[in-house]
């Protein structure tokens, strides 16, 4: 039995990418100090896979930034416009992640949506008609090198052909397979250069398999791969699939001359049906995931050895693999030093699990492992109780009734009686409900937390922040006004903390994008709330205006997959539970006079099942409803917001307008604004405020920008539905950039009150 990790975290024990990557973007280090740290963080990554006795260790799933973003640079995927600034090949990278405002230019980044089901980001390569796609790129080539030159045998990971043009976006008139020739082209000329390098393993990522695919989809996957694999003489072509299981296509997946197929067998609920039914060849190598790359929970050995010996059995040569990249866990529990051992027990990290596989290597190699006492206390740890039930929460959700699903009046009433109410001008301006979260609010809340200051003066510099925020909005000339969120850290961690059922960790960072690191909170057990969470904070900033102070929350579904999951009892029980506790916050900011509350459900969309047979009953059928569940009880006349992140929302919008929200906010300002078309063609009933300006990049929207995008959105919103605000929080921004974005936003917002007055008959 031999073991392989599909792809190991970036950003260091402790966020080095992040931090020398920052250092490199404010110009306080040069490009070659930011390329030794990199170089030194992987030499880290293959060193403790190889003395943890892997034996297939991945290279080139390093990235400074994405790794779709490498594979477009890889094959030449550069739009004009950035190539065009004429900076370095590292500036340009940047530029096409971050946009870029200088003296060479000003350009917005590229899109970015999330990464299939998970909480990642990639950013969206764009085809242009003159793109020529070819290998211009050495990344892949050079880690290898690199690692080799250090002992270290790896396999090289390039996204595959089939998902990046899956993933592409197509700005002229050409379409996908228009650039068929060329991309397998280019990737005939990447397995030349491997064949080059003499390396014996390519590890070609392909997870869009893994999604719905008709015939079309499957033809061109067969025309890609035919054409590409003769190309392979001594080096061993390994196909990786993760995220689920390769239904669609898995007969003819078999049957193609691949070395090696790697699928997932924990979020692939039909992989061991499809082996069972259709069987596996004996002249291919099965890379079995079965150690779960997505969650922080311990492996359960004795049904992972099971599944391990059943296919020993069948005759299928396997190699114990994760079942994603461990990019999505935590990196190590070593920092880990105020969970007790009796939590910490529970818990695998990537560094963990690249001990689960050694040791998983070791009992499948035992004629009697049930007797070794490595297994024996991993059971163990399974049949104990983890004492995470709470009675008091289990009877509260079984006397929910349908009624508690439902919100009345009607909306479309609701709405009339909102105008009126709250009095908006046209056009109503706010934000997404965080701002700049800058040194002097973390150096306050690190003192809180280490004892150097008394909870009495972490919240008194807390409302001083709130009051000169207030004065600020009000002077730029914001409508509907937030509060800040200077006492929050992480929006799900904040919440969590205030919440039953759930533990912290110091510093288990998992990268969302770029350089954003979050700290998911782990679900321990039953979820309630504690406490009051956010009405003193709101109600306090609401006494020191007479303009509309919003209530800022977290949605049930976000809380839930921003988090750790529970692996003992069903998502739709945890989020309903959650959803309970966040009804009560909402009754309580209601009755404290705060007039709109928006809960975010930033993540509603990423864990939509990527298959679509599923997704109402395996998810929107109690996400939806359970989102219902936290504003169903509140008056007509207050006013109920919801926010949502990068992400396709196009294919769900009856599901987004169900949620019966009054307003929504999502990002707009790096997509095509197709999802304005869909809201259209489904008569979407939600005021929508589609984000007028992309706050993951640094550069400042002029005014005359915004009002250009607030035109685009009007041919498709009627006027008495649109709000204007940014794509997301503001936490992660500078505050200068902030200002001067906020201040266009309100003039962009009143040039267009004046014009569509004077054109109003």
């Not at 690190?446 to 909005?473: D, L, M, P």
């Not at 209601?590 to 709109?596: A, D, P, S, T, Y």
Request: charged share 25%; aromatic share 10%; net charge neutral.
């Amino acid at each position: 039995m031999q073991t392989s990790v599909i792809g190991f975290p970036r950003i260091g024990t402790l966020r080095e990418l992040k931090f020398v990557s920052e250092k490199y973007f404010r110009k306080e280090i040069g490009e070659a100090e930011l390329l030794e740290a990199a170089k030194k963080l992987r030499r880290t990554h293959w060193s403790t896979q190889k003395n943890a006795g892997i034996d297939y260790i991945s290279s080139n799933d390093f990235s400074y930034y994405d790794m779709l973003l490498d594979t477009a640079a890889l094959f030449g995927i550069i739009p004009k416009r950035y190539q065009e600034l004429h900076l370095s090949k590292l500036d340009t990278y940047f530029a096409m992640a971050r946009g870029y405002q200088g003296a060479s230019g000003d350009v917005k980044a590229l899109a970015m949506k999330k990464w299939f089901n998970t909480n990642y980001h990639y950013i969206v390569p764009e085809l242009e008609d003159d793109t020529v796609i070819s290998l211009v790129g050495n990344k892949p080539f050079t880690e290898y090198a690199e690692a080799k030159a250090l002992g270290i045998e790896t396999k090289p990971v390039v996204i595959g052909a089939y998902t990046l043009l899956k993933l592409c976006r197509c700005t002229g008139k050409k379409k996908t397979e228009d650039y068929m020739d060329d991309i397998i082209r280019g990737y005939q000329e990447l397995i030349q250069k491997c064949e080059e390098y003499q390396i014996a393993w390519l590890q070609l990522d392909e997870p869009a398999l893994v999604q719905d695919m008709d015939r079309e989809d499957i033809a061109r996957f067969h025309t890609i791969y035919e054409a590409i694999l003769p190309s392979a003489k001594q080096c061993h072509v390994l196909l990786q699939t993760y995220f689920g299981d390769v239904r669609d296509i898995y007969q003819n997946l078999i049957k193609m001359p691949f070395t090696a197929i790697g699928l997932d067998f924990i979020e692939g609920k039909e992989t061991y049906h499809l082996i069972k039914k259709y069987g596996f060849p004996q002249d291919k190598i099965l890379f079995a995931g079965l150690v779960n790359g997505k969650n922080v929970w311990k492996n359960h050995y004795k049904n992972t050895l099971q599944t391990l010996d059943d296919l020993r059995r069948k005759g299928i040569r396997t190699v114990l693999s994760t079942s994603c990249s461990l990019l999505h866990v935590p990196y190590t529990l070593s920092h880990e030093k105020k969970l007790s051992a009796e939590y910490l027990s529970h818990f695998s990290f990537a560094e963990e699990k690249l001990a689960e596989l050694a040791e998983l290597k070791a009992l499948s190699e035992c004629s009697d492992y049930g007797g070794n006492a490595v297994y024996q206390n991993n059971e163990k740890l399974f049949l104990e109780s983890r004492n995470c039930e709470n009675a008091e929460v289990r009877k509260r959700l079984s006397l929910v009734t349908d009624s508690d699903y439902t919100r009345l009046p009607a909306r479309s009433e609701r709405q009339r009686l909102q105008k009126n109410v709250l009095a908006l001008p046209e056009f109503p301006t706010t934000t997404i409900g965080s701002f700049p979260q800058t040194p002097d609010v973390k150096a306050n809340r690190s003192a809180c937390r280490r004892g150097e200051i008394s909870e009495k003066e972490y919240v008194e510099f807390n409302r001083k922040k709130i009051a000169e925020c207030v004065v600020w909005q009000e002077e730029i000339g914001l409508d509907v006004l937030v509060h800040g969120e200077y006492e929050r850290n992480d929006m799900v961690e904040y919440f969590g903390e205030a919440l039953g059922g759930f533990l912290f960790t110091e510093k288990a960072w998992v990268q969302s994008y770029g350089t954003r690191c979050v700290k998911p909170p782990i679900i321990w057990g039953d979820v309630y709330r504690k406490k009051p969470i956010t009405v003193e904070w709101s109600v306090y900033a609401q006494s020191l205006t007479s303009k509309i102070m919003k209530g800022m929350l977290t949605g049930p579904v976000t809380i839930l997959n921003w988090s750790f999951p529970r692996e003992d009892i069903s998502i739709k029980e945890s989020i309903s539970q959650i959803a309970l506790a966040i009804r009560e916050e909402v009754l309580d900011l209601e009755k404290n006079g705060i007039r709109i509350i928006q809960i975010d459900e930033a993540a509603l969309r990423e864990k939509l099942p990527l298959r679509k047979s599923d997704w109402q009953k395996a998810y929107l059928d109690f996400a939806i409803p359970a989102f219902r569940l936290t504003h169903s009880g509140v008056k007509p006349e207050t006013q109920i917001h919801t926010h949502m992140c990068y992400s396709e929302f196009t294919d769900i919008i009856p599901a987004i307008d169900a949620m019966d929200a009054d307003v929504i906010t999502f990002e707009a300002s790096r997509s095509d604004l197709q999802i304005l078309d869909s809201l259209r063609e489904h008569a979407f009933e939600t005021e929508v405020g589609p984000g007028v300006y992309d706050i993951h990049s640094p550069r400042v929207p002029s005014v005359e920008e915004i009002v250009a995008a607030l035109q685009v959105m009007l041919t498709k919103i009627d006027r008495e539905k649109l709000w204007v605000n940014p794509d997301c929080g503001l936490k992660t921004r500078a505050m200068p950039e902030t200002d001067a974005s906020l201040r266009n936003l309100v003039k962009a917002a009143k040039q267009i009150r004046k014009k569509t007055q004077i054109c109003k008959p």
